[in-house]
Each structure stands twice: as structure tokens, then as C-alpha cells.
């Protein structure tokens, strides 16, 4: 099967996930027998290398490059955890979801062949608990793939072992950051920690542990049964492959649609998600979900990847766009990404879990029609002292980035909420 | 008696799957909540004890994950989604209907104890927007109308 849309060539809308045989059938676990049979873990990691993947969950960090930073086991017989980050709680996120509901095999073969990768014994997937569908077929096809010798001691006879958990979690957008996510696997509160030590050094009990985003491992089947040329011909950039990109806000069509790597923004908004909804204009955008820094119409024309919406001033992020249209107000946009962001920081250090309600605050109250002068300075000092360097962890950083933007772009509109004393959208 | 026999026994089974008590803290809460609807003080105790952890720090669990209950909860649980994307598609307005048909803020029980409301944050389901849970089944697009036929489907389901 070497369709356009490997992600998703197997996914039926709103029906039954394929089972093991219809999977097999379209050539599922292929890629995995290949790897045990005919690959090393570094051969394995090599091609994955060649074909350019970068990691789906918002950094976009190269994956094989990080299981090279896990020692070569040289006799070292503990265990390794390989962990699918299935905590998708991004603001405007939501194609992990599709991935782990429409195709639970495809995930299952992806962790086996990055867990084989980085010689890992366990194998987990941190799921958040409001996925409940994504759960139960997860575990679902987690049975029936260990009754089928693909999960548990000696997978297919190549004396490689993989044990295999789903952790549900009970909300938190903590969990998402891979050392939060750790400690909450240890049964902790999802506070980050320091780095180094990474995680594929020190990791899930000390063990040498990576957390990988959904979408990133469902690549790996399709890469190792097509090539890494043909994955990298995928792309429409010098980026590889397809990627899951979302539309939310006032399109017409809302929806996650696999696409090559780079196809344009316009593309996207105005093919795939059918445009703006009758007399609506669309005003600005966040490319990767809550914690990317707006992008303008003058950008549509941009390919959507890694490079060029970072050139832009913005992130790929997650990939999934959401639509700010003219009828809606960008302050209470941005006030309630920063309730959002405040209410989920876990309070570890102290300028996101002291800056965060500040800020939330301050926007409230222009929203309400309490804003002063001064409040903007206010806000904009955020920006800086929440930013990169400040913070022991991501968070606050990517709060600041639609606030941040927001201000400088819709500054007016900031304005006016002091000036007329109330929200004009109101 | 936190959990009866039949209970206890799943309990166990689930717990000798984890790898040590202590990771299983977040999935026992659940155990416990999906069967009594909360997590109440005496379970809290028993728990800190099955898992060799403090109560405190079982404590300090129980209250940083938003979905551990740590009050009594009604019959029927609406999460509804606070986040940008059903924001931009009207969740204040469906939430105005919820507050004039249930009687109650946000964050509070009816006081027949038939309906809990919380918010809960982006719920993946953006192309549902506005979107919520009850009962953890996924609702959207919501309108006022649809969120009067699923509250009429509870109350329904109740009362036959």
C-alpha cells in the first residue's frame, strides 16, 4: 500500500476500526516482521534517519536522532520504555484522536518498531482520559495483537520482548511535556523537571525512556515497508512526508486532513476546510494550536512546514490552525487561551504559576471593561519575563506566544477595549 | 467497606499488573470513582495504605488531576469544553442555555443530584465545536436545541 495518505488510508470515517485481519490484509505489521527479521535496531534507526521524520508533537525534533541518544544496551539488561504521548490536550488539537480511534493497529506497530529501535522492553501509551473511544479500541486491539504474537515475550519468534501498557490519565495538559508525563507515569503530580538529564538517558524510573507524539510513530510502518526516499518524496518542501493538519473556527468544513508536508496554507483553509463561512473574513491564524504566535492573511500563500511558518515568526507546532475571522474578538480570544494556560499550570516555579493568572486577569478585565492605561506595558513585560529562559518548562513560553503576537498585531483592538471602556464585540 | 470482594479481587488483579502501587495511584483513584461516582475520605485512607504512600501525598494526587473527584458528583457528569476553538463557536452562548435550564453555575450539582457542570479543557473534538462530555460521551456541534434533547434523553432515562 503505497497510498498518498498512509496515515489515514486506513482509517473509515465514523466506523469500526480496521481489525487485525482487514490491518494485515492492507499489509499491517509487514513492516514490523521486516524489522525483526531482517534489521538491526540501528539499521532501523538509520533508515529513519534517511527519511527526514521530525516528531509531530510541536518541536519537531528528528526522530531517529533521538533514539540515538539512548545508550547501546552493551550488556545492560534493565528495562527501557518507549512511551506514545496520547495526551492530546493541545487548544485546538485534535488529530492524534483520529489517529487512535480510526486505526489502533497502525499505532500498535509504530511503537513496536521504535520500541525495537531503541531496544526497548516496555511499551507504553499515555492516553488522556477524555479519549475514552481511542482507550477501549487501543486495548482492544493491544489483546488481540498480544493473543497474535505481535505484543509480549519473544514478538513473532525474534526473541525480541515488548510489554505493553495504556495508561489513562485524569486530565492534566501537563502530562504533555515528556518530563511531566514521566513522573505522571510514576504515579506523581505532572510537575516538570530540569534538563539534562534527558529522558532518553534518565528517564521512566531512571530507566532510558522516549516519548514520542502519537502521529510521529504511526509514520514508522509506512517508512519502513516504502523507503526513506519515498517518504521524503512525500513532502511538498524540503520537509518529509504527510502531516495531519487541522482546521477549527468559522470554516465551512472543519476537520483534520493528511496532505504532503508543505502544502500551502491557503490550500488548506480554502480547499480543505472550504473556506470562511458566508460573510465572514478571516483575520489571522494560530498555525500549530493555542501556544504558536498568530500569523496574518499576508501569510497564507506560505507552505505549511517546519521552516517557512518559522521563518514567518510562528510554528508548525501541531499543525492544526485555528481561524480568528473578523466577527471575533482577538483580546477575548487571547483571554481564553490565558485562562487556559493559567489554569493548567502546574504551579511547579513561580513566574507561569504567578505571571499566568496576572495575566488572565488583566485581559478579563479589559474584556469586562475595567482596562487602564498602562495594562498593555503590563502584558507586554509578561511576554518577556514568562519567555524562553524564565520557566522550568514550555508552558508559559507558549502562552506568551499568542499574547505576544496578538499584541503586536491587533493592537488597535487591545486599544480600543481601554479607550471605549467595554469589549466592542460585546 | 471501600470495595466488596468482587471489587477487591479486580482491584488486586490490576494492581499486581503495575509496575509497583505507587504508579498505580492515579488508575486506583479511577477504580474507585467509576463505582462510587467520587473519591470519598475513607476510600482516600484505604488507598494510602493498599499503596504505601502517604495520605498526604495521595492528597496531593487526588487534587492536581481535574478529573479525580474528590466531592460527590450528580447521576450525570457534563464536562463541557472551555477552550478556544469551541469559544470562537459559541460555547458561552450554549453555556447560557445550560445555566437557565439546570438552575446551577458552573462547577455545581442540581440539587436533586441528577446533573453535575464542570468545564473541562479542549476536548479534541474541534471539528464538534462547541463540544462536551456527558457520561463521557462525546456531544457536538451544540445548540441550544441539542443540548435540550440530551438533557430530555437523561431525565428520560431516570424517570422510566
Known sequence: ?426 | MVLNSVELALFDHGLSQEQNPRSACVAAMKFIQDRRGWVNDEAMEWLSEKLNMSLSELESVATFYSLIFRKPVGKHVILMCDSVSCWIMGSESVGDHLRRRLGIKLGQTTPDQQFTWLSIPCLGACDLAPAMMVDEILCGPLTHELIDKILDACEEADSS
Open chain 1, 1 to 426: 500500500m503505497t497510498a498518498a495518505t498512509p496515515l489515514t488510508a486506513g482509517i473509515r470515517p465514523n466506523d469500526e476500526p480496521l481489525n487485525l485481519a482487514e490491518y494485515e490484509a492492507l499489509g499491517g505489521y509487514q513492516a514490523l516482521r521486516t524489522v525483526l527479521r531482517e534489521m538491526t535496531p540501528s539499521e532501523v534507526n538509520e533508515k529513519v534517519k534517511a527519511s527526514g521524520l521530525r516528531g509531530r508533537g510541536g518541536a519537531g525534533f528528528p526522530t531517529g536522532m533521538k533514539w540515538s541518544f539512548v545508550p547501546k544496551r552493551n550488556g545492560d539488561s534493565g528495562h527501557r520504555y518507549l512511551v506514545a504521548n496520547g495526551d492530546e490536550m493541545e487548544p485546538g488539537t485534535f488529530k492524534d484522536r483520529l489517529l487512535m480511534e480510526g486505526n489502533p493497529h497502525q499505532l500498535l506497530e509504530g511503537v513496536l518498531i521504535a520500541a525495537y529501535a531503541m531496544e526497548a522492553d516496555y511499551g507504553y501509551v499515555f492516553i488522556r482520559w477524555a479519549y475514552r473511544d481511542a482507550f477501549l479500541r487501543l486495548r482492544r486491539a493491544a489483546e488481540v495483537a498480544r493473543e497474535a504474537g505481535y505484543i509480549g515475550r519473544d514478538v513473532l519468534g525474534s526473541g525480541f520482548d515488548l510489554e505493553f501498557h495504556v495508561h489513562v490519565s485524569a486530565g492534566r495538559y501537563m502530562c504533555g511535556e515528556e518530563t511531566a508525563l514521566l513522573t505522571s507515569l510514576q504515579g506523581g503530580r505532572a510537575n516538570p523537571r530540569a534538563k539534562p538529564p534527558f529522558p532518553p538517558a534518565v528517564g521512566l524510573y531512571g530507566r532510558p525512556s522516549v516519548v514520542q507524539n502519537i502521529e510521529t510513530l504511526c509514520n514508522l510502518p509506512h517508512i519502513i515497508r516504502n523507503g526513506a526516499s519515498w517518504y521524503r518524496g512525500l513532502g511538498r518542501t524540503e520537509d518529509a512526508g504527510t502531516k495531519l493538519y487541522g482546521v477549527s473556527g468559522k470554516v465551512r468544513n472543519p476537520g483534520i486532513y493528511e496532505l504532503p508536508i508543505g502544502t500551502p496554507i491557503r490550500e488548506i483553509i480554502e480547499e480543505h476546510a472550504g473556506g470562511m463561512r458566508e460573510g465572514l473574513t478571516l483575520r489571522g491564524f494560530l498555525p500549530g494550536g493555542a501556544s504558536t504566535r498568530f500569523l496574518l492573511p499576508e501569510h497564507l500563500d506560505l507552505p505549511m512546514d517546519f521552516g517557512h511558518v518559522e521563518k514567518a515568526g510562528s510554528r508548525l507546532g501541531t499543525g492544526t490552525m485555528i481561524i480568528l475571522d473578523d466577527q471575533t474578538c482577538p483580546v477575548g480570544m487571547v483571554h481564553n487561551m490565558e485562562h487556559f494556560f493559567a489554569q493548567e499550570s502546574c504551579g511547579w516555579c513561580t513566574p507561569c504559576r504567578e505571571g499566568l493568572p496576572w495575566v488572565e486577569k488583566t485581559l478579563g478585565a479589559l474584556e469586562s471593561g475595567g482596562g487602564r492605561n498602562g495594562d498593555l506595558e503590563v502584558l507586554e513585560r509578561h511576554c518577556t519575563m514568562l519567555g524562553p529562559g524564565y520557566t522550568f518548562c514550555a508552558l508559559a513560553p507558549g502562552a506568551m506566544e499568542p499574547l505576544g503576537s496578538a499584541l503586536g498585531y491587533f493592537r488597535e483592538d487591545f486599544e480600543a477595549h481601554i479607550k471605549n471602556g467595554k469589549c466592542p464585540w460585546r
